[in-house]
């Protein structure tokens, strides 16, 4: 590692000429950032390990809560996250390529690297944003509480809703009428305000309408809060017992049977602070992602406009690499306990 | 004004083709490693259910790969391993005696609550 001046005695050692840990400032105050922002996001898992500890109840499981996919609806356990996993450490391979691009003066090698890590980096916070949209809209099912008290989320293929045909005219639509648009966002919002009745709806301007949905299929109720009659941890619920359990509870016309999705308020897959751990860690990291990104970008127009290559090294390439490398590492701390495990 | 009695280290000592190779490919050798090591964790969380009696050992493989994981990371992409052996030290031995520390401590303690809810208050 060591340059020209390879002469190390006491003298020099102790003169104040040489750097100890032989590398330059800029390198080492980015190392002591890393560490820094290491001990956040260690705090905040160690935070969720706290709550996950102490807490009473069934906490969610990752491949149940996270099992689906775009364009290919759900049943695929982990795999999103997974290719997320995926993307960003290819995303980091390409950056460390770049850096040694660099070592080797190499101006277009580092450029096209760089270019693949800001498009990796890029897909990765799409698909992040994918994923808090999926969990705030929640599952088709929506978490139900039961006829005994007991809460379950509910796993299968949710039949489509063909259309709602009014029976008794309310202000805006007529007897007859067959309303084809918004079916499923007029149907859990129903579903919530407790407006489904023997498979009937109560529409907004006060009519009553028949709901035409398709049969579901593979429906499966796991327990996660204990009732009079089913506790968490039996084995769960299939077929016909488990729809004739879910629509008793969704179509008995009363509110606050089901809760679809995830927020600041309320979480349909599991206790309140899970959501909120979600949000804030996978936020933070995602922040972390974006600024990366962010800061890469600027880094490649300084490489294009040669700055780096006057300067006779491209340490500043190394610099973003290490803090690009860093988002990577928690990433994977993230995979493990909260995906994970 | 500009120092010229510092001694320079490793700032313009670039690497030659044969070297970048040699980089290159420990570089794809820690890329399907981690590609491999995180293929073998989905694996293992989607087809074993934390109700099954592997589930403890499985776990605690999980936490042995992220954490093979992690040194790979650190050591080759972040060029830890090549740094200075002063710097490393520096940078891993405080870190991870507080993240053990707290770590500890915090899970330790999140048990005792745990036990004094269920016992004495309704949660």
């Known amino acids: 590692m060591a340059g020209h001046a390879t002469q190390l005695d006491a003298k020099t050692l102790w003169g104040g000429k040489e750097s100890p840990f032989q590398t330059s400032y800029g390198k080492l105050m980015m190392w002591f950032f890393l560490v ?37 609806g759900h049943g695929y356990p982990l795999l999103y996250v997974a290719l997320m996993t995926f993307i960003l450490i290819v995303s980091s391979v390409t950056m460390v390529l770049a850096v040694e691009a660099g070592h080797r003066m190499d101006k277009k090698g580092v450029v096209k690297w760089m270019i693949a890590t800001i498009i990796g980096g890029f897909f990765f916070v799409g698909s992040q ?145 899970y959501a909120q751990f979600f949000f804030f860690i996978t936020g933070f990291h995602g922040f972390h992602v974006f600024s990366g990104v962010v800061i890469n970008i600027i880094i490649m127009l300084g490489v294009v406009a040669g700055t780096y290559h006057k300067r006779g090294h491209y340490e500043m390439v190394e610099k973003t690499g290490l803090y690009w490398h860093f988002v990577d590492l928690v990433w994977v701390f993230v995979f493990t306990f909260f995906y994970l495990i | 004004m500009e120092r010229d009695d510092l001694i320079e280290y490793s700032l313009h000592a670039h690497h030659n083709e044969e070297h970048g190779k040699a980089v290159r490919k420990k570089i794809y050798f820690v890329t399907i490693l981690l590609t491999v090591i995180t293929v073998v964790e989905v694996a293992l969380g989607a087809y074993i259910k934390q109700s099954s009696s592997a589930w403890p050992f499985v776990k605690w493989s999980f936490v042995a790969m992220t954490l093979l994981k992690a040194g790979y990371i650190v050591m080759v992409f972040m060029h830890l391993g090549d740094e200075k052996k002063t710097l490393r030290n520096v940078i891993l031995i405080p870190y991870i005696l507080f993240m053990l520390y707290l770590i500890f401590i915090a899970l330790w303690e999140a048990l005792e609550v745990g036990h004094a809810w269920s016992t004495y208050g309704a949660a």
């Open chain 1, 36 to 72: 820094s922002d290491a001990l956040t996001f260690g705090g905040l898992l160690v935070a969720y390990g706290f709550t996950r500890h102490d807490f009473q109840g069934a906490w969610p499981i990752g491949e149940e809560t996270f099992n689906s996919m775009p364009f290919l």
């Open chain 1, 129 to 273: 944003a994918w994923e808090w949209s999926h969990f705030i809209h929640g599952s088709e099912f929506g978490k139900i509480e039961l006829a005994d008290g007991s809460q379950a989320v509910v796993k299968g293929h949710f039949g489509e809703i063909k259309n709602f045909t009014v029976e008794v005219a309310g202000k805006h639509h007529k007897k007859g009428a067959v309303i084809k648009e918004d079916l499923m966002h007029e149907f859990q919002h129903a579903a919530e305000k407790g407006r489904l009745k023997d498979g009937k709806i109560l529409l907004h301007d006060g009519s009553i309408a028949k709901i035409n949905k398709e049969a579901d299929s593979h429906m499966q109720l796991i327990i996660k809060k204990d009732g009079k009659k089913h506790k968490v941890g039996d084995a769960p619920i299939h077929g016909k017992d488990a729809e004739k359990m879910y629509y008793e509870s969704l179509y008995a016309g009363e509110p606050n049977h089901v809760i679809y999705g995830a927020n600041l308020k309320q979480n349909e897959y599991g206790p309140q602070q």
